[in-house]
């Protein structure tokens, strides 16, 4: 037989409220967590499982772990958002998960939220926009704390670019994307400090972009069909967030026709950026070395790329 012993784990507790102090109907709550092992190194995401109320709203929830942030989620259909009182704007979608609340080490035990309202949360209502003031359809969102950087939530906007959805206590980051476009980052403190531009609506416009033309050609100079060239990471030379926003969105070219030509567009006008071309002829792969992209580079419009076959590699 193996024993395995379960460390005591704090627990969390709270109560979830809507309009004049209410219980919210239809709420599903997600406490979200992650397991560690012992030596300290991050293991997985804990299975999210809903966590039931009792009549007055209050909920428990057993096995945080003592040395890792976690945050609150919610499931919660629009309609019975706005019966909770959740400040939304008509014809704007409402994102499908919520993020209720967020915590750190130490814990006290039990850890205790006290009442989140619903009805006194800040809610963003973003529009994503190009470098010259066009909605972005479909544009990505990246939503996290400075206590959560590396575990954000994922939204995708409508079709012109909009979405909703309330922000939890602290200082928030709002990062914005789309393929073959810009992106924005935006740093939001809830609750919202005097004089802050507000998040009603949160306009953010996506960085200005760069476009990269060339050919791709083999060692004897000869075009190649069937090629993909791409960007390969992230930005260098930009802060974190915006680095990390960049490799979303990272640029890819349709393949190459029999004139070996491509084009993609950058995320960021002024970063620097490393391109690889890889593709398919027959039965031999081609792949190139990396080529390096200067913002100050000024041949951009007949960039030459040669390919290998990848078992010539050493």
Wanted: aromatic share 4%; charged share 20%.
């Amino acid at each position: 037989k193996v024993a395995i012993r379960l460390e005591a784990a704090p627990e969390l507790v709270g109560r979830v409220l809507g309009s004049n102090g209410r219980p919210v109907a239809g709420l599903t709550l997600l406490p979200d967590c992650g397991a560690m092992a012992r030596n300290g190194m991050f293991l997985s995401e804990v299975p999210l499982q809903p966590v039931a109320f009792d009549a007055d709203g209050r909920f428990r929830f057993d096995g945080l772990n003592p040395r890792i942030a976690f945050r609150v989620l919610a499931l919660l259909e629009p309609a019975d958002a706005r019966a909770a009182g959740l400040r939304l704007v008509d014809g704007v979608p409402l994102a499908p998960v919520l993020w209720l609340s967020v915590g750190c080490p130490p814990f006290a035990q039990p850890c205790d939220l006290g009442e989140l309202r619903l009805d006194r949360m800040v809610v963003a209502q973003v529009h994503v926009r190009t470098a010259n003031g066009t909605p972005v359809p479909g544009a990505r969102l990246s939503v996290t704390t400075e206590l959560l950087g590396k575990s954000p939530l994922a939204y995708v906007c409508d079709r012109v670019g909009r979405l909703q959805f309330p922000l939890p206590e602290g200082t928030v980051r709002i990062g914005a994307y789309a393929p073959g476009s810009g992106v924005a980052t935006r740093l939001v403190q809830v609750p919202v400090p005097d004089g802050d531009p507000g998040v009603d609506p949160l306009v953010l416009t996506l960085s200005p972009t760069r476009t990269v033309r060339g050919v791709v050609v083999d060692g004897a100079g000869q075009p190649v069909a069937g090629v993909n060239v791409w960007q390969a990471g992230r930005a260098k030379g930009k802060d974190g967030p915006l680095a990390e926003l960049a490799e979303h969105a990272a640029a890819t070219s349709e393949p190459t026709g029999a004139n070996g030509a491509f084009e993609l567009v950058l995320p960021l006008e002024d970063a620097e950026f490393e391109l690889l071309a890889s593709g398919k002829r027959g039965d031999v792969v081609f792949s190139s070395e990396r080529t390096t992209i200067a913002p100050d580079d000024d041949n951009l419009e007949r960039l030459r790329i040669v390919v290998t076959p990848w078992q010539a590699k050493k």
